[in-house]
């Protein structure tokens, strides 16, 4: 098989990843005339959930807004049962702003154009379990990170995409005591261009029958009750792995654990350089 | 404080709540609210017509809060009214346009009432109250 990943060219390696991925579209674009029509579609659907998620906003701050108009003005004048009506319409706002906003941030990924360099992942974990963990003190929530984790990537996308495989690994573990979260970088299947994330926790896991399932925008496997959610992280996750040429899956199992796996190009001698 | 404010807002519910904002901050100040963004690019041409505070709001009719911008900026006696974008948008190409067309500061509309109460405080707080203009305060004018 010929060894044909970016960085082995030392012309390609003066370009950058991003357009190495425009070539490549390009490229694909001249083969088959379908592409250019997908792309315009998926064009049009981001411009859609722009303006749609802050269309969508823009009414919500009228409820939150009057309501709580009504409660500083009127307060005194209602009773205890009419007051938390008023707190829970606003609550009702506050998740309904929750998912139009990670929609946001969803379609905002797919709009990026990334911008590539070297990455420490060490750093970005390492940084994102600390906050974890400050955000839930009370646990024992235990994060193993793995030194000199080096790929090439947009730091941004990346942290975003981290940020949701370990906010997903410290909600599914709530119930585990410790829980424990290890992350680590394997070489990939996929070739010597491409190292793999691994994130794997002692959580609830999942029932491998839903594999399918757990990358697609607002499908959950559980209920808001037992783990409570939008539905749209690892969504987000497959969008950077997209995003960067690489891919994103999982596996698991209900009660044992689950591992997800995040294929990024390869850091390193092998990896795609960024010469600017 | 004295000064007048001009708020350029198309959703008539989030005037309201702006307005509530400010009276419930302790603004008495006169607040002329435009509806469209045509409105404002007169306002803002008719000559005599000033104010000391600009709140813009960017996806507007008719024409956006960029153009509307623009206008201000261009003409010599408003180009240093202080223009505070309020927008739903915290997109960067949105933030880095504003910037790039001469706004003195750019806030995303919070959901949360209470949070945009705060913020609309802070905001009339330091440009009608601390902030200092090069000549007149109140510029423009007959």
Not at chain 1, 21 to 33: C, S, T, V
Not at chain 1, 68 to 89: F, K, M, N, P, V
Not at chain 1, 217 to 237: K, M, N, W, Y
Not at chain 1, 265 to 272: F, I, K, L, S
Request: hydrophobic content about 40%.
């Amino acid at each position: 098989m010929p060894d044909h990943h970016p960085g082995s060219r030392p012309e390609e390696s003066r370009r950058s990843w991003s357009d190495v991925l425009q070539g490549m579209q390009d490229e694909i674009a001249g083969l088959d005339p379908r592409y250019r029509v997908v792309a315009a579609a998926l064009r049009e659907l981001d411009a859609f959930s722009y303006s749609a998620s802050h269309d969508l906003r823009a009414p919500l701050r009228g409820i939150d807004g009057f309501s709580l108009a009504l409660l500083e003005e009127y307060g005194e004048s209602l009773d205890e049962t009419a007051r938390g009506y008023i707190d829970r319409i606003r609550a009702a706002t506050r998740r309904m702003a929750g998912l139009i906003d990670d929609l946001l941030a969803l379609s905002r990924i797919s709009r990026t154009r990334p911008v590539v360099e070297p990455v420490s992942l060490t750093g970005i974990c390492v940084n994102l379990a600390a906050a974890l963990r400050q955000r839930e003190p009370d646990r024992d929530l235990r994060f193993e990170v793995a030194e000199a984790m080096e790929v090439v990537g947009d730091r941004g996308l990346l942290t975003i995409a981290i940020q949701n495989l370990l906010e997903n690994a410290a909600k599914y573990t709530r119930h585990s005591e410790p829980a424990i979260i290890e992350i680590d970088l394997i070489p990939s299947e996929d070739g010597p261009g491409f190292q793999v994330l691994r994130v794997r926790d002692n959580g609830a896991g999942f029932d491998m029958r839903y594999q399918d399932q757990l990358f697609a925008p607002f499908r959950r496997l559980h209920s808001d009750a037992e783990f409570p959610g939008t539905g749209i992280g690892l969504a987000t996750v497959q969008r950077v792995a997209t995003v960067h040429g690489g891919r994103v899956w999982g596996i698991g199992a209900p009660g044992a654990g689950a591992e997800f796996f995040l294929a990024l190009p390869a850091g390193g001698r092998d990896g795609v350089r960024e010469s600017e | 404080m004295d000064g007048i404010l001009l708020l350029v807002e198309d959703s008539p519910d989030d005037a309201e709540l702006t307005l509530r904002a400010l009276r419930r901050n302790g603004f008495s100040n006169a607040v002329r609210v435009l509806r469209d963004g045509e409105e404002a690019v007169d306002y803002f041409r008719s000559p005599g017509e000033s104010c000391d505070l600009v709140l813009l709001d960017i996806r507007l009719p008719k024409a956006d809060g960029f153009e509307v911008l623009a206008t201000i900026r261009d003409r010599s006696t408003a180009d240093y009214i202080p223009v505070v974008i309020l927008s739903t948008s915290a997109e960067r190409r949105d933030i880095l346009r504003a910037y790039a067309a001469g706004a003195n500061g750019y806030v995303q509309k919070p959901l949360d009432y209470d949070r945009f109460q705060d913020l609309v405080g802070r905001i009339g707080r330091f440009w009608l109250g601390s902030n200092l203009l090069p000549s007149r305060r109140r510029i423009g004018g007959t």
